[in-house]
């Protein structure tokens, strides 16, 4: 069964810090990433996807991630995180062949951002 | 596009009541997901339909969870009778499968609190 790890459930940084969350998934084939940020008291949104093409993917708000295939991963990065970054991350991988659009979401990460 | 539209946004209710929430996918939209969020056990998905048809209820926690599609531009997700455990937030979310895009766009959420 497809399966989605981020290895940081909490992460504690200052403000400018640079950022990086990791994100592996198990599945061989063709597969579509996702990034979904979840700020307190609301629902998730959509940082940024990953479909094909450019591995190097950028989203909103300054995050990108990167696809290595080798690596099964897709971690999420930002070079200077702000105090408005404070949320819970979730990488989500969908197998993106003729399937039904059911998304696997990591755990989360609680990202932290101290002023 | 008004996006994915729940309602109640907020449920208090007692114990052995019964509580009906209700979702409006995005127009256009063939696969709608229902999930559950609590600080213990985090994101899980529920129940998922596509065009309409559940395709897998395997985290519908118990018989007391039901859930329906009665067409296109709207779920229900019915828990009766309902405990306290059963608090948590709700979230609809929908996406378009087709043309390879699975991205998926959740709604508000409705956070339900089982006195």
């Known amino acids: 069964a497809q399966s989605v790890s981020q290895h940081n459930h909490h992460v504690i940084l200052s403000e400018a810090a640079s950022l990086e969350l990791g994100c592996n998934y198990s599945y061989g084939g063709t597969v579509n990433l996702f990034w979904y940020v979840q700020y307190p008291g609301q629902h998730l949104q959509l940082l940024l996807k990953y479909f094909s093409g450019d591995p190097l993917v950028k989203g909103i708000k300054g995050f990108e991630a990167e696809f290595i295939k080798s690596k099964f991963s897709f971690n999420l990065r930002k070079p200077s995180v702000q105090w408005s970054d404070t949320a819970e991350y979730f990488c989500a991988v969908n197998s993106g062949s003729g399937n039904t659009g059911k998304l696997i979401f990591g755990q989360g990460t609680t990202l932290q951002v101290k002023p | 596009d008004a996006g994915v539209i729940q309602s109640p946004r907020h449920e208090v209710t007692e114990m052995g009541q019964e509580v009906t929430l209700r979702c409006k996918p995005i127009s256009g939209h063939n696969s709608l997901f229902w999930y559950r969020q609590t600080m213990m056990r985090g994101l899980e998905l529920l129940i998922y339909f596509n065009n309409n048809v559940p395709i897998d209820d395997s985290g519908m926690p118990e018989d007391r969870f039901s859930a329906k599609m009665p067409n296109a531009s709207f779920s229900t997700l019915k828990i009766q009778p309902s405990e306290p455990r059963d608090s948590a937030v709700y979230f609809c979310?929908?996406?378009?499968?087709?043309?390879?895009?699975?991205?998926?766009?959740f709604g508000p959420g409705t956070r339900l609190t089982v006195l």
């Open positions: 979310a929908s996406s378009l499968t087709s043309g390879g895009a699975f991205e998926q766009f």
